[in-house]
């Protein structure tokens, strides 16, 4: 289980880099993506696609990860991403990231994300 928490701890790192080549090394080819409230990307094709939209985020992009939790192919970790945007504002984002893991890659993310008072702790 210490292999999965670490791999996901990686996974997620590569999202705060940005890392996309390495986000997508570590997925499957039938991968599916869904942010609550927003879209869904099915397969590994779309998904890069959807990496390249998203660019490559906030400047000084920290990644504070609380709990990572794993029972058999199902995973779960949680945390606080941080961030300075285009205009110079600091933004504090908790999320809370579902997955399902399949021969070693992630299959399935759902992504649960609010932004929060940077004050605020978990």
């Known amino acids: 289980m210490n292999d999965i ?29 869904s942010m609550a409230g927003g879209r869904t990307v099915s397969g590994k094709a779309d998904f890069k696609g959807f990496l390249k939209e998203m660019g490559s985020g906030g400047a000084d992009m920290a990644l504070d990860i609380a709990s990572i939790i794993v029972e058999g192919e199902r995973a779960a ?19 809370c990231d579902i997955y399902r893991l399949a021969s ?16 605020d702790k978990y």
């Open 5 to 33: 928490r670490t791999f996901l701890r990686e996974f997620n790192e590569y999202w705060v880099r940005p890392d996309a080549q390495a986000i997508l090394d570590n997925v499957t080819d039938d991968f599916r993506f």
């Open 77 to 95: 970790a949680h945390g606080e991403i941080s961030m300075t945007d285009e205009q110079g504002r600091r933004r504090v984002y908790a999320f």
């Open 104 to 119: 070693g890659k992630v299959a399935e993310l759902t992504a649960y994300v609010v932004e929060i008072n940077g004050n």
